[in-house]
């Protein structure tokens, strides 16, 4: 199994309230990645990272902002939380040089904003 | 931008029988991975199969196989002698192959159930 690390596992916070959730990676995969887990929606991409300090915007990235100061940690950011960001989140990682394409993941983060 | 739709948001199966879940996905690339992942009550993504759009040969693996049929865009996953273990939800993927940290792209799911 991918060696990628999640925390909170669950966390419930008031709106408004800023939320850090992060991600661990043993693996010294280059690209790391968010996303969220609606019913009705699948998942969808929040913010993706292709390197140390090198971010962009997914298809839902309103709301949050990432960072990433080392190859092993991302990290997702609401700075403000709001009823509408309660969801399931979950980190990917990739390794580009690998040939089969696919995304490992982290075991999610359950986060409910009241 | 590229899209992936399931279509069947519910499924059910009976134990031991065969079956088919499908996808379909809109690109405008002629090279790409597609894949099938399985979520569990866990919610731990398990990945279950994997096909290379330049690979004309359906990719297989043990109970699971898919039929790809790359003109029609059409990217269904069989589930062959079905095991109360396949009941989950299953998201079909798609990811381009050009460039090596591309995103995956999902469809919005469909939960299968299998009954005894």
């Known amino acids: 199994d991918a060696g990628i690390t999640q925390s909170p596992r669950h966390k419930v916070t008031e709106t408004g309230t800023p939320v850090t959730l992060r991600c661990h990676q043993t693996e010294n995969h280059r690209y790391m990645y968010w996303y969220r887990q609606d019913p009705g929606h699948g998942l969808r991409l929040i913010h993706y990272s292709y390197g140390v300090k090198d971010t962009d915007k997914g298809e839902v990235s309103d709301g949050y902002s990432v960072s990433r100061s080392k190859t092993e940690d991302f990290l997702l950011t609401l700075e403000s939380a709001t009823s509408s960001q309660t969801s399931v989140y979950f980190c990917?990682?990739?390794?580009?040089?690998?040939?089969?394409?696919?995304?490992?993941f982290g075991e999610g983060s359950r986060l409910t904003v009241l | 931008a590229q899209t992936v739709t399931q279509s069947q948001p519910e499924m059910s199966v009976q134990e031991a029988e065969t079956v088919t879940l499908s996808c379909t996905y809109d690109?405008?690339?002629?090279?790409?991975?597609l894949f099938w992942y399985k979520q569990p009550p866990s919610r731990q993504m398990i990945l279950v199969i994997r096909q290379e759009a330049y690979k004309q040969q359906n990719a297989t693996e043990n109970r699971f196989s898919v039929n790809f049929q790359k003109a029609a865009k059409s990217f269904s996953l069989k589930i062959s002698d079905s095991q109360l273990g396949d009941a989950a939800m299953y998201f079909c993927?798609?990811?381009?192959?050009?460039?090596?940290?591309?995103?995956?792209?999902f469809g919005e799911g469909t939960q299968l159930t299998v009954n005894p």
């Open positions: 990917a990682i990739s390794d580009g040089a690998r040939p089969t394409g696919e995304l490992f």
């Open positions: 993927a798609y990811r381009r192959k050009e460039t090596s940290g591309s995103r995956l792209t």
């Open positions: 690109t405008s690339e002629s090279d790409y991975y």
